[in-house]
Every structure is written in structure tokens, then in C-alpha cells.
């Protein structure tokens, strides 16, 4: 069992520079996130989706753009890379219902740097 | 909006010591309390949750935390660390019905010495 995969591990890119970070689940989790998380400041949320074709934004959803095709699959589009994006990523994913809080599980990360 | 706060971005502890991370938290309506543990290179892990009930938690590895409403704190301990427990820990809060949006506090880091 998989459970949440991220890839690329580790990524540079040149300011302006557009790409793609990929994250795929294989519980059947209608939850999925994207987080990133930057030194001091925990996790802040960047997008979310509660199921196929279904997506919202979180506190920084600012230069990130979702998409959610398939239940499996949550790919975050950085559409031109700035330095400030440069941080750790994490996908999440969970069982989802309105009124309860299910646990998330955490891919491993991507650590991106633009320079 | 609700904001979470750790006290100690960094505590360094010995092997068999007790340990204690602080976390408040501020909201205007009930939340859902959650502790995450960060071993190096790897995602954020579940410890334990508070959603309702009996406000001492327990969870894994030993863990537990108390819920305090009127001071409004989330505190993780451990009566006794081992060198596997050195680790990232976050505290982080969710409204009620709002589904699985966590809003996280900076971290602590825990350092356990020999």
C-alpha cells in the first residue's frame, strides 16, 4: 500500500519558470491538500479538493493553481515560480466528512528552491 | 479566524527525561485539537486528537495531552524520551464542520540527548 505519493522529491527551478508537482493516493480518499511548510510558520494551507472536480482555496492560494480530475490524483501548477515559493510541499489526503475531522495522511514532501 | 501558538520552537531534553510542548490556540467557536509529529525527512504523522469527551488524550508512542478550555491550551507530554523521539511536533487546530482544513502552529523542534 502506497499511501500518498509526491514527486519530484527535490526540485530547482528558475524565477518564472512554470512546473507541475504531482501527488497521488491510493486509499480512495476523497480529501486531498496541498500544504507548504516554511520555517517557524508550520503548515499553511494552500489548496484543497473534498472529491473529483471539486476544488477550494486555502490561506495562500496565491500563485498555485489545482485541478482535480480523478480521485487519485491532486496536481499543484506553480505558473511562474518566485523566490518567495520557495519552500517544502506536502500533499495530504483523508476520508472526508463535513462534520468530523478525519486523519491525514502526509506524503513524504517535495523541497523546492527558486532562484 | 483561529491561530495556533507554540511557545518553544526548540527543546533539547535528555534520554528518560520528561517532556512538555506548550500550545494555545484562539478561536471565537469550539475547534478540534490535533498534535503532528515530523521524524527528519518524512511527512507529518498523526500523535493524537482531541474532538470531544475526556480531556486527557491519549495517543501513540506514549504521548498524551490535556485540553484546557479555560486557558485555552493543547499541552503534549511524555513522562519519558527516547532518542526516537527526536522530531518536528506540531499542534494544530480545525473548526467544527469545517471539514478537514487544519490551521498549524511553527513547530517545535525536540533535540533528545544521550
Known amino acids: 500500500n502506497a499511501g500518498v505519493t509526491q514527486t519530484p522529491k527535490f526540485q530547482v527551478l528558475k524565477t518564472g519558470q512554470s512546473m507541475t508537482l504531482q501527488c497521488a493516493q491510493d486509499m480512495n480518499h476523497e480529501y486531498m491538500s496541498w500544504y507548504r511548510q516554511d520555517p517557524g510558520m508550520g503548515l499553511r494551507l494552500i489548496h484543497y479538493?473534498?472529491?473529483?472536480?471539486?476544488?477550494d482555496q486555502g490561506e495562500v492560494p496565491n500563485g498555485y493553481n489545482v485541478s482535480r480530475s480523478t480521485t487519485e490524483d491532486f496536481p499543484l501548477r506553480l505558473l511562474s515560480a518566485a523566490p518567495s515559493q520557495t519552500s517544502v510541499y506536502f500533499c495530504a489526503s483523508s476520508y472526508y466528512r463535513d462534520t468530523v475531522n478525519e486523519k491525514l495522511f502526509f506524503g513524504s514532501g517535495t523541497q523546492l528552491s527558486v532562484l | 479566524a483561529q491561530s495556533v501558538t507554540q511557545l518553544d520552537s526548540q527543546v533539547p531534553v535528555f534520554e528518560e527525561a520528561p517532556v512538555e510542548l506548550r500550545c494555545n490556540y484562539s478561536?471565537?467557536?469550539?475547534?478540534?485539537l490535533f498534535w503532528y509529529v515530523q521524524y527528519p525527512n518524512q511527512g507529518l504523522q498523526l500523535l493524537l486528537k482531541y474532538l470531544s469527551g475526556s480531556t486527557l488524550v491519549k495517543g501513540i508512542n506514549g504521548f498524551e495531552a490535556e485540553f484546557n478550555k479555560s486557558q485555552t491550551s493543547f499541552h503534549l507530554r511524555k513522562p519519558s524520551v527516547h532518542i526516537s523521539d527526536t522530531a518536528e511536533y506540531f499542534c494544530?487546530?480545525?473548526?467544527?464542520?469545517?471539514?478537514?482544513?487544519?490551521?498549524f502552529g511553527g513547530g517545535t523542534r525536540v533535540l533528545v540527548k544521550p
Open positions: 479538493s473534498v472529491g473529483a472536480g471539486i476544488t
Open positions: 494544530a487546530v480545525s473548526l467544527k464542520a469545517a471539514g478537514n482544513k487544519l490551521t
Open positions: 478561536s471565537s467557536v469550539s475547534v478540534y
